[in-house]
């Protein structure tokens, strides 16, 4: 059975910090492109940040690049995301998603999400 489970949200001030993590099983997690997408009330999802399969390179939106981080452990199948000055905007459930590659090319997965409230 496939699960992404994310964990790791909460409440946060601003300027202040959390590190996510998105635990994946029932798939070989080294053959999938994983991403985090965050979805705020009345927007629309977007895409966070990306890591390759083996996690040689990543990429972010401009919105969180110089303040979140993308990374992950092959052999604990996991990714994570360390999120630092964390700004109202910030806010929102974030949703871990894992790509498959090559072979398994086309199937994507989804995780129930995390939320995010950043507050004083």
């Known amino acids: ?3 992404l489970v994310e964990s790791g949200g909460g409440l946060v001030q601003p300027g202040g910090s959390l590190r996510l993590s998105c635990a994946a099983s029932g798939f070989t997690f080294s053959s999938y492109a994983m991403s985090w997408y965050r979805q705020a ?3 629309e999802r977007e895409l966070v940040a990306h890591i390759t399969s083996v ?12 303040r979140f981080t993308i990374s992950r452990d092959n052999a604990k199948n996991t ?37 995010v409230t950043v507050s004083s």
């Open 1 to 3: 059975q496939v699960q």
């Open 41 to 43: 009330p009345g927007k």
């Open 55 to 66: 996690g040689d390179s990543t990429s972010y939106a401009d919105s969180v690049k110089g």
């Open 79 to 115: 990714v994570y995301l360390q999120m630092n000055s964390l700004q109202p905007d910030d806010a929102a459930v974030y949703y871990c998603n894992a790509r498959g590659l090559g072979y398994y090319a086309g199937i994507n997965y989804w995780g129930k999400g995390t939320l």
